[in-house]
């Protein structure tokens, strides 16, 4: 199995950037294709963006479509989301995710594997 931690979350005004990182470690991480979700308070958590095992496809919800950029690195086990012109919207916990298929996946119950989460919040 893999276990997953992310950070860079924070603080950040409308119109701003962070980028998340998602350190994985365990079972090779090459072995998985990867997610972003992201929970808002009384929301249900909710798919972001999907990479394949190789990074050579990814999927993004429209909200954030333009903005998010999914990647990953896997000789260095970590999987990123790049995310720029924030939004208010975008205040959430976000969450990075494993499943060991391949296929593109946006449902929360589709990965075994999910990370602590690191709180975003975009302040207008």
Known sequence: QVQLEESGGGLEQAGGSLRLSCAASGRTFSSYAMAWFRQAPGKEREFVAFISRSGGITYYTDSVKGRFTISRDN??????????????????????????????????????????????????
Do not use: I
């Open 75 to 124: 000789t260095k086990n970590t999987l990123y989301l790049q995310m720029n012109s924030l939004k208010p919207e975008d205040t959430a916990v976000y969450y990075c995710a494993a499943h060991s298929g391949n296929r593109l996946r946006v449902g929360a119950h589709d990965y075994g594997y999910w990370g602590q989460g690191t709180q975003v919040t975009v302040s207008s």
